[in-house]
Nanobody, 124 residues
Framework: QVQLAESGGGLDRPGGSLTLSCAAS????????MGWYRQAPGKQRELVAT???????NYTYSVLGRFTISRDNAKNTVFLQMNSLKPEDTAVYYC??????????????????WGQGTQVTVSS
């Protein structure tokens, strides 16, 4: 059974730092991309950052230079170091994992998994 265990959310002041982590366990075949999305009240869920198995990263523009994503492939864990937090970073943050599995035709299919979400609140 696939599980994504998120931790590290909470309340911090503007300019502060928080670190999120997400450990994936269960019936994965081959995890490819890991990452974080967020959803603020009244807004659509948006990509924050992703990291590939090889370490290639992708960030949404608003977090460039402030957030750093990393992963431990041996432990199927992804981290999001968030520095210089701003009130607009307030949202529920969701861990994302993309799994690749072989199909019967010699190719692959992909399955996306989501964590339950962890609240990040930035307020003075």
């Amino acid at each position: 059974q696939v599980q994504l265990a998120e931790s590290g959310g909470g309340l911090d002041r503007p300019g502060g730092s928080l670190t999120l982590s997400c450990a994936a366990s269960g019936g994965f075949f081959s995890i490819t991309v890991m990452g974080w999305y967020r959803q603020a009240p009244g807004k659509q869920r948006e990509l924050v950052a992703t990291v590939s198995t090889g370490g290639s990263t992708n960030y949404t523009y608003s977090v460039l230079g402030r957030f750093t994503i990393s992963r431990d492939n041996a432990k199927n864990t992804v981290f999001l170091q968030m520095n210089s937090l701003k009130p607009e970073d307030t949202a529920v943050y969701y861990c994302y994992v993309r799994d690749r599995s072989p199909n019967s035709r010699g190719s692959y299919y992909y399955t996306n998994y989501w964590g339950q979400g962890t609240q990040v609140t930035v307020s003075s």
